[in-house]
T-cell receptor, first 113, second 112 residues
């Protein structure tokens, strides 16, 4: 079993839709949970950063972490064509490397106008 | 403020050759990490350095090595290149290890 599982998609939605992106992980020692957005031919860009379980909201984006079920979610409200990108979840902490980010495969999102 | 800068942006090498990739972190950031991203996959951790000391190493062969300099910039070296080393190599910096990382745009390495 991979440490972080993420459905690669692709996921296609119309503009204005609510998007739900999800990851599961296996290492219960993970403490920090990141979501990155990556545009084609660019490096990942940090979107959300959450410590332990709970919700965090930033504009149109909401990150949720449920440590009891080892489930991470990112919700995008009122999705825009500019949100079209690959979204990567990345838990951190607890593995041998300690502070390495462990990335999922990424989910490719396409928002059509 | 400048972000994380990586050089070169692209390069092509032949199997068996050696390559050095360079990274300059955001000013004030003391932690630098290297990741390899193969097409269609998420980035995979290679190394982390903090205050010039190696803090972690991923599951990569000894052909991969890195170092961090007194000004916190870093180099990643790969010896005896294989075709499978073709990837986007990403550098990320942060204030300290347990914190959000800022990534550079990467160096795209092609091994032929």
């Amino acid at each position: 079993q991979k440490e972080v599982e993420q459905d690669p998609g692709p996921l296609s939605v119309p503009e204005g839709a609510i998007v739900s992106l999800n990851c599961t992980y296996s290492n219960s020692a993970f403490q920090y949970f990141m979501w990155y957005r990556q545009y084609s031919r660019k490096g990942p860009e940090l979107l959300m950063y959450t410590y332990s379980s709970g919700n965090k909201e930033d504009g149109r984006f909401t990150a949720q972490v449920d440590k009891s079920s080892k489930y991470i979610s990112l919700f995008i409200r009122d999705s825009q064509p500019s949100d079209s990108a690959t979204y990567l979840c990345a838990p951190q902490g607890g593995n041998q490397a300690g502070t390495a980010l462990i990335f999922g495969k990424g989910t490719t999102l396409s928002v059509s106008s | 403020d400048a972000g994380v800068t990586q050089s070169p942006t692209h390069l092509i090498k032949t199997r068996g050759q050696q390559v050095t990739l360079r990274c300059s972190p955001i000013s004030g950031h003391k932690s630098v990490s290297w990741y390899q991203q193969v097409l269609g996959q998420g980035p995979q951790f290679i190394f982390q350095y903090y205050e010039k000391e190696e803090r972690g190493r991923g599951n990569f062969p000894d052909r991969f090595s890195a170092r961090q300099f007194p000004n916190y910039s870093s180099e990643l070296n790969v010896n005896a290149l294989l075709l499978g080393d073709s990837a986007l190599y990403l550098c990320a910096s942060s204030l300290e290890p347990n914190y959000g990382y800022t990534f550079g745009s990467g160096t795209r390495l092609t091994v032929v």
